[in-house]
């Protein structure tokens, strides 16, 4: 079965460069979440997607920029890169906006971010 | 206040034994939903069980099943038979109601011993 796809799966940057993360979440899903889960921490929620159109936000830098296209994947820009940035962004995927709860969000293999 | 908490950063088990693992939620929404992932140190994310609210029979998948206790808001994951694949980090997780998000735990590290 077709699972969440992210790409690149490793990038490196340097300190005040640009990124771009790609999602091609499930086909026939229409929610997209991003989440940043740093060494040895638990994945941190940034931001949402339901059917392209932003649903929910949470600890996004305004570095940070997301959308969902037509085609429902998703993208997200970093810009102006720090240290700390540094990190495994995931990308999820679920059918509906999470209304119903039991609405299972399955998560792509991450990109791994290196920021020197 | 932290809406997912896992108070066990560590847990060993021995290989072919029953492990459970403690989490408590924080939330006053009637309808919820608590997932648990279990992410190997390739890094993945890997959705193992769900568990409604409104669900009134605990739920289960293979040897994973969910100790579902609502009025202690708790939901803890029982493996059954561990395996020594099953070393990982283990999250849970809650989407609270109309939330378009996932609140994750802290996470616990399951090693099997053989």
């Known amino acids: 079965a077709a699972g969440v796809i992210q790409s690149p799966r490793h990038l490196i940057k340097e300190k005040r460069e640009t990124a771009t993360l790609k999602c091609y979440p499930i086909?026939?899903?229409?929610?997209v979440y991003w989440y940043q889960q740093g060494p040895g921490q638990d994945p941190q929620f940034l931001i949402s997607f339901y059917e392209k159109m932003q649903s929910d936000k949470g600890s996004i830098p305004d570095r940070f920029s997301a959308q969902q296209f037509s085609d429902y994947h998703s993208e997200l820009n970093m810009s102006s890169l720090e240290l700390g940035d540094s990190a495994l962004y995931f990308c999820?995927?679920?059918?509906?906006?999470?209304?119903?709860?039991?609405?299972?969000?399955?998560f792509g293999q991450g990109t791994r971010l290196t920021v020197v | 206040a932290q809406k997912i908490t896992q108070t066990q950063p560590g847990m060993f088990v021995q290989e072919k034994e029953a492990v459970t693992l403690d989490c408590t939620y924080d939330?006053?929404?009637?309808?919820?939903?608590l997932f648990w992932y279990k992410q190997p140190s390739s890094g993945e994310m890997i959705f193992l069980i769900y568990?409604?609210?409104?669900?009134?029979q605990n739920a289960t998948e293979g040897r994973y099943s969910l100790n579902f206790q609502k009025a202690r808001k708790s939901a803890n994951l029982v493996i059954s038979a561990s395996q020594l694949g099953d070393s990982a980090m283990y999250f849970c997780a809650m989407r609270e109601t109309g939330a378009n998000n996932l609140f994750f735990g802290t996470g616990t590290r399951l090693t099997v011993i053989p």
């Open positions: 939330t006053s929404d009637q309808s919820y939903g």
């Open positions: 999820a995927s679920s059918l509906g906006r999470g209304q119903g709860m039991n609405t299972e969000a399955f």
């Open positions: 086909p026939r899903h229409d929610t």
């Open positions: 568990q409604g609210s409104y669900d009134e």
